[in-house]
């Protein structure tokens, strides 16, 4: 799903029994812990724990995923890019934490409306290179809608 803003994405986590992906055990992730793969569920899947800077390893590799080097300019069905998951035990399974979308963290700045900044996570279908890496630091307002962001949701604790 695409063009939601956070609180939207939010809510829809909610009402499947499930969570934006934010904290490990439950809850918001702290804002500055958006590269701790200890605290962050969202970078701990896409860095395979923190040993990656990519889902599927390092180096870059502009195919693998949906960024702007798979040349599609456009999301492309969940799990169709194949190599675009960890090959680390405990990790696979889990696509598309690189490029596609960007996806909306449980992870803002503060809790007082609108104007809060919450992370977007693993670039989107436009972005290339160090712009796709696990650990690359995005952020918009809560109430933000683009083509280009979308969420994950997680398992509730």
């Known amino acids: 799903m695409v063009c939601v803003d956070w609180c939207d994405a939010y809510a829809y986590c909610q009402a499947v029994g499930k969570r934006l992906c934010g904290k490990i055990g439950g809850g918001m992730n702290n804002y500055d812990d958006y590269a701790n793969a200890s605290t962050s569920q969202w970078y701990a899947a896409c860095s395979s724990g923190g040993t990656n800077d990519y889902p ?3 180096p870059y590799s502009g195919t693998t995923c ?22 680390v035990s405990g990790y696979t399974g889990v696509y598309d934490l690189s490029g596609n979308v ?24 436009y972005y290339s290179g160090l712009d796709l890496r696990c650990d690359y630091d995005n952020y918009d307002y809560r109430d933000f809608q683009n083509v280009a962001f979308g969420f994950r949701c997680c398992s509730s604790p």
């Open 102 to 125: 960007l996806e909306w963290e449980d992870s803002c700045d503060g809790n007082t409306g609108k104007l809060d900044l919450c992370r977007l996570r693993g670039g989107s279908f």
């Open 66 to 87: 949906n960024g702007s080097g798979a040349g599609h300019w456009t999301t492309v069905p969940v799990a169709s890019m194949s190599g675009c998951q960890s090959s």
């Open 56 to 58: 599927y390893g390092d």
